[in-house]
T-cell receptor, first 116, second 109 residues
Framework: DAGITQSPRYKITETGRQVTLMCHQTWSHSYMFWYRQDLGHGLRLIYYSAAADITDKGEVPDGYVVSRSKTENFPLTLESATRSQTSVYFC???????????????FGEGSRLTVL | GQNIDQPTEMTATEGAIVQINCTYQTSGFNGLFWYQQHAGEAPTFLSYNVLDGLEEKGRFSSFLSRSKGYSYLLLKELQMKDSASYLCAVVDSNYQLIWGAGTKLIIKP
């Protein structure tokens, strides 16, 4: 019962390949988020989900696809990876009883992706 | 546009007190978060302020002034383990979270 887990933790891929980053939470939190973190930038939101089958774009959604068929899982897919998608990706969840950012975020350990 | 400003880096001495400032310009305000992030790790929640004033939680305190668009995180009795980045984030009128770039705090013995 690790709370929120991501896999893989480290991934190296090549330009043009499809990559899926997995995120699983055991708390049944309503909201789940995908962020990327790059040097010199704050955390940037890629996509978020308010519940199963409800997803919405964040600040930087281009080149990414998400799905949420079950409450506990929120995979992020890079359809055709580019070098600019080299980053650390964090999945997060929150209870959010009053909206998407009305409670603290619980982050996964992060997935470090390198695109060659 | 929406903006969060924090110093990029600060240095302090073990046992001392340090104040990390955060100023924001956002479309509306629905709360401000502080998170701690150790190098190579995920952010972890420190505090949440929605009303003006000081909230104390052990060695850490967070202050908010909504009229000035200003918050600070106060760390007392600094320990080496406090070396980390501190992230300020504001919830805007659409309940979107706007993140600062973070302040890297270096603690020296």
């Amino acid at each position: 019962d690790a709370g929120i887990t991501q896999s893989p933790r480290y991934k190296i891929t090549e330009t043009g390949r499809q990559v899926t980053l997995m995120c699983h939470q055991t708390w049944s939190h309503s909201y789940m988020f995908w962020y990327r973190q790059d040097l010199g930038h704050g955390l940037r939101l890629i996509y978020y989900s308010a519940a199963a089958d409800i997803t919405d774009k964040g600040e930087v959604p281009d080149g990414y696809v998400v799905s949420r068929s079950k409450t506990e899982n929120f995979p992020l897919t890079l359809e055709s990876a580019t070098r600019s998608q080299t980053s650390v990706y964090f999945c997060a969840s929150s209870v959010g009883t009053s909206g998407p950012n009305t409670g603290e975020l619980f982050f996964g350990e992060g997935s470090r992706l390198t695109v060659l | 546009g929406q903006n969060i400003d924090q110093p990029t880096e600060m240095t302090a001495t073990e046992g001392a007190i340090v104040q990390i400032n955060c100023t924001y310009q956002t479309s509306g305000f629905n709360g401000l978060f502080w998170y701690q992030q150790h190098a190579g790790e995920a952010p972890t929640f420190l505090s949440y302020n929605v009303l003006d004033g000081l909230e104390e939680k052990g060695r850490f305190s967070s202050f908010l002034s909504r009229s000035k668009g200003y918050s600070y995180l106060l760390l007392k009795e600094l320990q080496m383990k406090d070396s980390a980045s501190y992230l300020c984030a504001v919830v805007d009128s659409n309940y979107q979270l706007i993140w600062g770039a973070g302040t890297k705090l270096i603690i020296k013995p």
